[in-house]
């Protein structure tokens, strides 16, 4: 089945280590993202690709970066992680098109910074 | 932008009744608007949306209806059932290349027995 798949689905990490998140797709989907969701919140969105063009959000931190190597794939990179950034990250993809704008998550990753 | 609110936070109601949440936006150039069902621990479902083109789309016990003028559209399920209880968020964009949605807050629903 096409999907968006997320590893790990729980991440430990200590204060100040660098964390990496995966994401990937077999949706062919040429857009994804990368939100946050802290406990009884929104998603809120950190940036996007759409194809290989990066766009960051104005109130995403300089801490979270992002690569997309190919269509398939889409990294999270966390610098230095603080006690701040616990969170779950959600990926999601959608395509361009008339079924556009429909964004589909993956299961997403627990961090925890300890 | 646009801005996003959704009512109401918490709604308790019994098996078999109806539940109806409610959400407006700001943006009159928003065209797409989707519902999501996230239940605890889990991914944000999408369980219907609506383009602005309609005024109304139903798929089983869960229809969505939009009003383009008053900026407010509306998830209303039917019969509901225990398995009916999550987190549901509304979410507004005006499509393009690459649509970022605006999410309400959330509306907490529980089904109780």
């Known amino acids: 089945d096409a999907m968006v798949i997320q590893n790990p689905r729980y991440q430990v990490t200590q204060f100040g280590k660098p964390v990496t998140l995966s994401c990937s797709q077999t949706?062919?989907?040429?857009?994804m993202y990368w939100y946050q969701q802290k406990s009884s919140q929104a998603p809120k969105l950190l940036f996007h690709?759409?194809?290989?063009?990066?766009?960051n959000e104005a109130d995403t931190p300089d801490n979270f970066q992002s690569r997309r190597p190919n269509t398939s794939f889409c990294f999270l990179d966390i610098r230095s992680p603080g006690l701040g950034d616990a969170a779950m990250y959600l990926c999601?993809?959608?395509?361009?098109?008339?079924?556009?704008?429909?964004?589909?998550f993956g299961p997403g990753t627990r961090l925890t910074v300890t | 932008g646009e801005n996003v609110e959704q009512h109401p936070s918490t709604l308790s109601v019994q098996e078999g009744d109806s539940a109806v949440i409610k959400c407006t936006y700001s943006?009159?150039?928003?065209?797409?608007f989707p519902w999501y069902k996230q239940e605890l621990g889990k991914r944000p479902q999408l369980i219907i949306d609506?383009?602005?083109?309609?005024g109304e789309k139903k798929d089983q016990r869960i229809a969505v209806t939009l009003n383009k003028t008053a900026k407010h559209f509306s998830l209303h399920i039917t019969e509901t059932q225990p398995e009916d209880s999550a987190v549901y968020f509304c979410?507004?964009?005006?499509?393009?290349?690459?649509?970022?949605?605006?999410f309400g807050t959330g509306t907490r629903l529980q089904v109780m027995l």
């Open positions: 999601a993809t959608s395509s361009k098109g008339t079924s556009g704008s429909r964004q589909y």
């Open positions: 949706l062919n989907h040429n857009v």
């Open positions: 690709y759409y194809d290989k063009d990066f766009n």
């Open positions: 943006d009159s150039a928003s065209n797409y």
């Open positions: 609506i383009r602005s083109n309609v």
């Open positions: 979410a507004a964009t005006r499509t393009g290349t690459a649509s970022k949605l605006t």
